[in-house]
């Protein structure tokens, strides 16, 4: 399955817009943004946990990243609340379940192969001082990309160069993108060289960017 799979193209889903689809795991629903591959796949993705859902136990060869939206995730590692940014590197394994529900924005196979870094964050905790209306905290830093959390203020402005791709979800709030409105839930991806430049709306905005990795983009290994 390919969605979404050129990387020189930008592309914009207003994911609250989109059908859920239902996983192999009952009570657990998917919304697609970019997919290569089948059940095994390089994804991006919002995934919905309904109240006492699970899925087995399973290994990342490719390494997981996500953030928990809404509710509390849990594994056999704890439990991770809406705000949590965690990352499991290449042969990580849990058992991932939520007792109340919840809702992830999660990344599959695209880890750096060489980044053994597992760890977990409470986004709000990390940022800066505010600067121009704009609150910045670095989540994760290396050759293979830089991964941001924003909190802006109404009317603040943030720019990115946009070096190797960039990806953006809008969390809560919106930002005004080249003339359209991006509410919560929306997702943008720009393509190398294409540089970011939002505003936030009337009640301002929390965002999650991701650069550098579109250069990198692959199917997963067989």
């Not at 870094?117 to 990390?126: H, I, L, P, S, V």
Request: charged share 20%; proline share 5%; with cysteine.
């Amino acid at each position: 399955m390919e969605l979404n799979a050129a990387f020189d193209q930008r592309v914009l889903i207003h994911s609250d817009q989109l059908e859920w689809i239902a996983s192999p795991m009952a009570g657990v629903d998917r919304r697609m943004l970019d997919r290569i591959g089948a059940e095994v796949a390089r994804a991006t993705t919002i995934v919905r946990y309904a109240e006492g859902s699970r899925f087995s136990e399973h290994t990342h060869s490719g390494g997981e990243e996500f953030i928990v939206l809404e509710g509390i995730f849990q594994d056999e590692h704890g439990d991770y609340p809406a705000g949590t940014y965690v990352r499991n590197p290449p042969t990580t394994a849990h058992t991932p379940r939520s007792e109340m529900g919840c809702t992830i924005f999660v990344k599959l196979w695209q880890f750096d192969p060489a980044d053994p870094n597992q760890f977990r964050k409470t986004m709000a905790d990390e940022l800066s001082p505010c600067v121009a209306g704009v609150a910045s905290a670095l989540l994760h830093k290396d050759a293979h990309e830089t991964v941001t959390y924003h909190h802006m203020d109404a009317g603040a402005t943030l720019t990115n160069g946009g070096g190797g791709g960039i990806e953006m979800l809008v969390i809560n709030g919106s930002v005004l993108d080249s003339g359209e409105m991006l509410g919560q839930g929306a997702w943008l991806r720009l393509p190398e060289g294409a540089p970011l430049q939002v505003t936030a709306g009337p009640a301002g905005a929390k965002v999650w960017i991701k650069t550098g990795h579109l250069r990198h983009a692959k199917a997963p290994a067989a």
